[in-house]
């Protein structure tokens, strides 16, 4: 899962790139980096670690220019090495090319297969530098050609910004499963994957940029087109986004995403007939459901949970064991809330299931006397192949276990999760939805070699 922003503007926007990264630090973690034209040549850096790291005044200082893109990784397709770091940034019939991605195609193997038959060297492995190469490949001057060409190509989740010497270019994939947004502030057009990112530089957010859309800024004018007239596939906006990805500020697809996590609360709250003393939001996601679980229950919310805001993410950590130190450092019971307490604890989302179970052993020892937890989405069942980093199937724990075994295993006294339909209900029939982690219906196949040599 990533970020992406970019700008176009009349004036030095290095600053401006910035601030909207660091506002979208929670989309990524691992990496970041940016790409500025200083009028002729694109500029770029990017590292490992975060943007308040990376990006000293020294360093803003030296990327100059007026339009620019940027991006933060979290690794899902590809390592977490610097050579992966994005904007990748490469040229080609005399045109210098940046681009930054976020989600993953479903047929980048098979596509680099192609590529490197070709004669193409690969200096990474991230399906991004697959985009980049194909593009590349179809590039004869006009990049609206070559980006329909690639898109024909390339399958699965794609939300782009790629820039030229001058033009800045945002793409949606025709199934728009990432959110890229598009704003304004002035003469400045900005796309970024959220809201928050466009709201830090007081510009104003016009729209989502439309599933299969191509939206072009050049000589300070906008243009749109789209990847195909007669293709248009049925929006498929990723309701993990919703769930737990996005910032409570964000609106994706018309959906306002903290109304929506209130929703989710609210609606397993009024199917809930469970007696207790407060409700307690696993901090900082389970807030927003914890909150509409409570109106719905009238059952206090209390802070139960103190949070070190100092520990980013702990899901992203590589071991097991990691995570468990992770989740423990992260996280601490209020004893004098807790103890003696019929507690409801309230998160947004159950994958393996080792923070619930920590939580609540930690829950335990701080004197809770019943523990009842409450998940505002259904169990996660399938891999996700469009760019959350969900693990292989064999990990999730509600893939192989009934709501029992997992209660059992993660030690609460009941355990209930949003249904579905529930899920969607909070949506309020404002867009259509890819849930295929939580059905198994996958929109977009995954491509393996064999399947498609063979077509
Ligand atoms: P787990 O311990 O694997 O059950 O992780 C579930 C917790 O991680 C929940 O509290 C979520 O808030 C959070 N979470 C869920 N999905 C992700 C993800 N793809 N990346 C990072 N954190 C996640």
């Not at 940046?98 to 680099?112: D, E, I, M």
């Not at 500020?249 to 199917?271: H, M, P, Q, S």
């Not at 950590?317 to 601490?332: A, C, D, H, S, Y």
Request: glycine share 8%; charged share 25%; with cysteine.
């Amino acid at each position: 899962m990533c970020g992406v922003v970019g700008i176009y503007s009349n004036k030095n926007i290095s600053k401006e790139l910035y601030y909207s990264l660091y506002s979208m630090q929670h989309r990524g973690q691992e990496s970041c980096g940016m790409a500025i034209v200083d009028g002729k040549h694109i500029n770029y850096r990017k590292d490992m670690g975060l943007v308040g790291d990376v990006f000293k005044e020294e360093e803003l200082s030296k990327l100059e220019g007026n339009m620019g893109i940027g991006h933060v990784r979290y690794s899902t397709a590809g390592g977490s090495h610097l050579a992966n770091c994005q904007p990748l940034v490469g040229s080609c019939r005399k045109r210098e090319i940046a681009l930054a991605h976020n989600g993953n195609l479903v047929n980048a193997n098979y596509l680099r297969d192609m590529l490197e038959e070709d004669g193409y060297m690969f200096q990474a492995n991230s399906d991004t530098e697959v985009i980049l190469y194909i593009l590349a490949r179809y590039y004869k001057g006009d990049i609206i050609e070559s980006l329909k060409m690639t898109m024909d190509y390339i399958k699965g989740a794609y939300s782009l910004v790629i820039m030229s010497e001058d033009e800045l270019v945002g793409v949606r994939d025709p199934h728009g499963f990432r959110p890229l947004k598009l704003g304004k502030k002035d003469d400045e057009f900005i796309f970024a994957s959220e809201d928050c990112a466009i709201d830090i530089l007081g510009g104003e957010v016009i729209r989502d940029v439309e599933p299969g859309e191509i939206i072009v800024i050049k000589n300070g004018e906008m243009k749109s087109y789209f990847y195909s007239e007669n293709y248009k596939e049925v929006k498929k906006s990723c309701i993990f986004e919703h769930i737990y990805f996005a910032r409570n500020d964000a609106n994706i697809d018309n959906v306002n995403v903290y109304d929506f996590r209130i929703k989710c609360g609210e609606i397993l709250a009024k199917n809930d007939d469970i007696k207790a003393d407060i409700v307690v939001p696993v901090p900082d996601s389970g807030w927003a459901g914890a909150i509409g679980y409570s109106n719905e229950s009238k059952l206090p919310i209390s802070e139960g949970l103190v949070k070190n805001r100092y520990v980013g993410r702990t899901f992203i950590k590589p071991t097991q064991e990691e995570r468990e130190m992770g989740v423990k450092i992260k996280l601490n019971p209020l004893t004098s809330v807790v103890k003696g307490k019929s507690v409801v604890l309230v998160d947004d989302s159950v994958v393996r299931g080792t923070t619930s179970k920590l939580i609540i052993q930690s829950l335990r020892e701080a004197g809770a006397s019943e523990i009842h937890l409450r998940i505002t989405s259904p169990p996660v069942k399938f891999s996700c192949y469009y760019g959350i980093d969900t693990p292989n199937r064999s990990k999730l724990i509600a893939s192989q276990n009934s709501l029992e075994e997992i209660r059992e295993y993660i030690g609460c006294d009941t355990l209930e999760f949003l249904d579905i339909d529930g899920m969607i209900e909070a949506t309020q029939g404002k867009s259509t939805f890819c849930k295929a982690c939580f059905d198994g219906n996958y929109p977009v196949k995954k491509i393996d070699k064999e399947e498609l040599l063979s077509c």
